[in-house]
């Protein structure tokens, strides 16, 4: 059944393969990124008119989410292959709006982090981390969230990034 679903060019057999793939992909997270990847192609090589590539990127993307180190491995994955076909199906407006719901979705992940590992003390931090645009340096909070012992530890993170990167005068 499989085949004939992988051999359809009919859009819905890329929604009900995305939906399988979710399901055999549960446990295996890299896995899920590769066959992602496949499925975002598959899009492309169908030469489906981009309003379509877009509504069902946007599906496979909600229904294959990735963590976070993942989810970066993926875009860059997809831009290195959108780039090899020389298209851009998203447009500036759009990568700004992915863009967006990255900040938003790592600064939902630092809040939800902060108050299970750190409590109160972690809460009372959030505000100082969410005035951050950065999508590289929040990823490190995020990630910075498991490995820190302290809210102290944590800070330093971003500390040292943001005093790493000022101009030197």
């Known amino acids: 059944m499989a085949t004939a679903i992988e051999a359809s060019r009919n859009p819905l057999a890329t929604v009900v393969m995305a939906h ?5 992909t549960r446990n295996d997270r890299i896995e899920r990124k590769q066959q992602k990847l496949v499925l975002v192609r598959r899009l492309y090589e169908q030469g489906l008119r981009r309003e379509d590539v877009i509504n069902l990127f946007g599906f496979i993307d909600w229904i ?5 180190q993942l989810e970066t491995e993926f ?10 076909l020389s298209m851009q199906y998203v447009t500036s407006v759009e990568r700004f709006g992915i863009e967006k719901g990255k900040l938003e ?4 992940g630092i809040a939800l982090g902060l108050k299970l590992k750190f409590g109160e003390s972690g809460q009372d931090l959030f505000p100082e981390i969410e005035s951050i645009q950065d999508v590289s340096l929040l990823e490190a909070i995020l990630e910075g969230i498991d490995t820190a012992s302290t809210v102290s530890q944590l800070r ?8 790493d990167t000022q101009p030197e005068v």
Request: hydrophobic residues 40%.
């Open 20 to 24: 399988l793939k979710a399901m055999e």
């Open 64 to 68: 294959m989410t990735l963590p976070a």
């Open 75 to 84: 875009w860059q994955e997809y831009r290195d292959f959108e780039e090899s």
């Open 105 to 108: 979705a790592l600064l939902k």
């Open 156 to 163: 330093q993170i971003y500390h040292s990034h943001t005093t």
